[in-house]
């Protein structure tokens, strides 16, 4: 009978050895890329729709160009790329509803609703599409487009307007697309949030 000895590595020793062989996705990238309100609520401000209009706003529908976490940049009116190192911190859609949630309730003093919130008093209801998120190489600004659609409260119609803002941009450089794309966006929501009124 041949007996085998197996030696056992130290459970550290084990766990250092695998780590080196597992990944877990591509590394992230330096920084990661967000949208700032320029009109925010005010902390600890409480709003009621017993006395206040509401509003429900609804995630936009996004082409598949920015339906990713990647800035991408029109480089032709048929070719696109993607700016290196820059990547969304969440999905352009979700980020572009929370700077028009917190515009709209900034400036309009609505209670601004999502749609798992808005069973019992939906009041007016936004949606849209983000048409443009990025970056438009051949005129050098950063572009937001967005179709909008208006249902306002008991109103048996739908009122549909596009929005767009374009902001100047210098080098492609992550820091450069995030700041452009942000006054943009930051227009545009100022610009629906007017639309809407109160």
């Not at 609520?41 to 936009?60: D, H, K, W, Y």
């Not at 480089?75 to 352009?92: F, H, L, R």
Request: glycine share 6%; aromatic share 4%.
């Amino acid at each position: 009978m041949i007996v085998r000895s197996i030696k056992l590595l130290p459970a550290g020793l084990a766990m250092a050895t695998l780590a080196g062989c597992i990944s877990f996705g591509a590394p992230a990238p330096p920084t990661l890329l967000t949208l700032t309100a320029a009109t925010p609520l005010t902390p600890g401000q409480t709003s009621n729709s017993a006395n206040t209009s509401t509003i429900t706003i609804q995630l936009p529908s996004v082409p598949a160009a920015i339906a990713t976490a990647h800035v991408p940049v029109q480089t032709s009116p048929t070719s696109i790329a993607y700016v290196k190192d820059a990547q969304w911190a969440e999905p352009p859609a979700r980020l572009f509803a929370r700077l028009l949630a917190d515009t709209i309730g900034a400036k309009t003093g609505r209670v601004v609703l999502t749609p798992a919130q808005s069973l019992y008093d939906p009041g007016a209801r936004l949606g849209g599409e983000l048409r443009n998120f990025g970056i438009d190489a051949e005129t050098s600004e950063a572009v937001v487009t967005y179709d909008a659609t208006l249902s306002r409260t008991d109103a048996k119609t739908i009122e549909k307007r596009r929005f767009e803002a374009r902001t100047p941009i210098g080098s492609v450089t992550p820091e450069n697309c995030s700041e452009a794309i942000n006054a943009a966006a930051n227009q545009v929501a100022a610009e629906v949030a007017d639309w809407v009124g109160k």
